[in-house]
């Protein structure tokens, strides 16, 4: 059984920065899986953020991320890296990681990844708030 667990959450003024990590153990192949950000804010539907690929070579953002986030990955640690610049108050949500697994035949990317649904393993989420 894999298990994935955020951290780097926390409160941060507007247009400042925050990293976020996440760590997969237990069982897995983590270069199998593509990994993917989502977020949640209080009364809204979870929300793709950022994806990268099983060996980092695509990546695909939100547009309202783009420019200011950077994901990636260490296969070798097993993590994910959300690094978040220029914050902003809409930005403020509970961000889960994610594990989208890929079979040996699969492409090697495929914008399914981009759905919550395409998702198999999930952490268990990490506050970001972003102040005004």
């Known amino acids: 059984q894999v298990q994935l667990v955020e951290s780097g959450g926390g409160l941060v003024q507007a247009g400042g920065s925050l990293s976020l990590s996440c760590a997969a153990s237990?069982?897995?192949?983590?270069?199998?899986?593509?990994m993917g950000w989502f977020r949640q804010a209080p009364g809204k539907e979870r929300e793709f953020v950022a994806t990268?690929?099983?060996?980092?070579?695509?990546?695909y953002y939100t547009d309202s991320v783009k420019g200011r986030f950077t994901i990636s990955r260490d296969n070798a640690a097993n993590t994910v890296y959300l690094q978040m610049n220029s914050l902003k108050p809409e930005d403020t949500a509970v961000y889960y990681c994610?594990?989208?697994?890929?079979?040996?035949?699969?492409?090697?990317?495929?914008?399914?990844?981009?759905?919550?649904?395409?998702?198999?393993?999930w952490g268990q989420g990490t506050q970001v708030t972003v102040s005004s």
């Open positions: 994610a594990a989208d697994y890929y079979r040996a035949y699969d492409p090697p990317f495929s914008l399914r990844s981009l759905r919550a649904e395409s998702y198999d393993i």
């Open positions: 237990g069982r897995t192949t983590f270069s199998s899986y593509a």
């Open positions: 990268i690929s099983k060996n980092g070579g695509n990546t």
